[in-house]
T-cell receptor, first 114, second 112 residues
Framework: DTEVTQTPKHLVMGMTNKKSLKCEQH?????MYWYKQKAKKPPELMFV???????INESVPSRFSPECPNSSLLNLHLHALQPEDSALYLC?????????????FGPGTRLTVL | TQLLEQSPQFLSIQEGENLTVYCNSS?????LQWYRQEPGEGPVLLVT?????EVKKLKRLTFQFGDARKDSSLHITAAQPGDTGLYLC????????????FGTGTRLQVTL
């Protein structure tokens, strides 16, 4: 089973709202990732967790706050977002944080900020 | 910044035709992955190649990793409408964490 699940599938929020995106995998993977993808562009890396610790933050604004409560779950907390943050948010996982480890992606959350 | 250039950017072909998509870089990658993505969905893994010169086949799809691990190609034989989608190559940097560099993407449309 190579499934990564994400909820919700769609999310519409105002600029003053607080919401969270959730990601889950049960493959025993120890590395998890958040990506942002704008229309007709490739995914852009936001955060990487390895063994539940933040390993990479690609200079993402503080209105995005990641959290890894355990090895199977990854959250992305959203607060005071801007309309330009509207995008497809993708979660991925890999066995370890190694260059030869394949990343498996979830179906994504389509976020619209009004 | 490592760049992965894909060509062509767009390809519209008829069912039954063959095609090749290229993924090129001046940098060496420890592995390279190919994904297909449908609109509004996450990328679905097609294959991972890790050895220079490696060739992998997945039904009508043939993937090759260049000898120097700087480039890759995807060949589709007898394309079908179900092959329609965005094809993305993604390379992992050599010797460092699994941080993928995505290619620019190839949008394929297969019509009846």
């Amino acid at each position: 089973d190579t499934e990564v699940t994400q909820t919700p599938k769609h999310l519409v929020m105002g600029m003053t709202n607080k919401k969270s995106l959730k990601c889950e995998q049960h493959m025993g993977h120890r590395a998890m990732y958040w990506y942002k993808q704008k229309a007709k562009k490739p995914p852009e890396l936001m955060f990487v967790y390895s063994y539940e610790k933040l390993s990479i933050n690609e200079s993402v604004p503080s209105r995005f706050s990641p959290e890894c409560p355990n090895s199977s779950l990854l959250n992305l907390h959203l607060h005071a977002l801007q309309p330009e943050d509207s995008a497809l948010y993708l979660c991925a996982s890999s066995r370890f944080l190694r260059g030869t480890d394949t990343q498996y992606f979830g179906p994504g959350t389509r976020l619209t900020v009004l | 910044t490592q760049l992965l250039e894909q060509s062509p950017q767009f390809l519209s072909i008829q069912e039954g035709e063959n095609l090749t998509v290229y993924c090129n870089s001046s940098s060496v990658f420890s592995s390279l992955q190919w994904y297909r993505q449908e609109p509004g969905e996450g990328p679905v893994l097609l294959v991972t190649v890790v050895t220079g010169g490696e060739v992998k086949k997945l039904k009508r799809l043939t993937f090759q990793f260049g000898d120097a691990r700087k480039d890759s190609s995807l060949h589709i034989t007898a394309a079908q409408p179900g092959d329609t989608g965005l094809y993305l190559c993604a390379g992992a940097q050599t010797g460092t964490a699994s941080k993928l560099t995505f290619g620019t993407g190839t949008r394929l449309q297969v019509t009846l």
